[in-house]
């Protein structure tokens, strides 16, 4: 059985820094792309960053880039979400997922207006983020 398991989240205020770990169990992590979504409340669920298998290629939102950075760590099966200077507009709760599908994922976090099946193949049951101003 897949399980993906986020931790980090909190509540911080603006312009403070959050480390969020998504770790892996039954998956074979090295084969599958990682990604983080948001969702605030309210709003559709958005992708945030996505990393391939092994690290070569990287993708951000326009909303996050600059401030938010993926890593992954495939001896560990865990991959991170490193958040600078929090905005309040950063708040949410926050999904790891995986899939194998590189193309689509790049294109949900680069060009979501442009997919139309948003699906993963796995799923975490997210961790909660809170920026105050």
């Known amino acids: 059985q897949v399980q993906l398991v986020e931790s980090g989240g909190g509540l911080v205020q603006a312009g403070e820094s959050l480390n969020l770990s998504c770790t892996t169990e039954?998956?074979?992590?090295?084969?599958?792309?990682m990604a983080w979504f948001r969702q605030a409340p309210g709003k559709e669920r958005e992708a945030v960053s996505a990393?391939?298998?092994?690290?070569?290629?990287?993708v951000y939102a326009d909303s996050v880039k600059g401030r938010f950075t993926i890593s992954r760590d495939n001896a560990k099966n865990t991959v991170y979400l490193q958040m600078d200077n929090l905005k309040p507009e950063d708040s949410g709760t926050y999904f790891c997922?995986?899939?194998?599908?590189?193309?689509?994922?790049?294109?949900?976090?680069?060009?979501?207006?442009?997919?139309?099946?948003?699906?993963?193949?796995?799923w975490g049951s997210g961790t909660l983020v809170t920026v105050s101003s």
């Open positions: 990393i391939t298998w092994g690290s070569s290629s990287i």
């Open positions: 039954g998956l074979t992590f090295s084969d599958n792309a």
């Open positions: 997922a995986a899939t194998t599908n590189w193309w689509r994922l790049s294109r949900l976090v680069t060009r979501p207006d442009q997919v139309r099946d948003k699906s993963m193949d796995y």
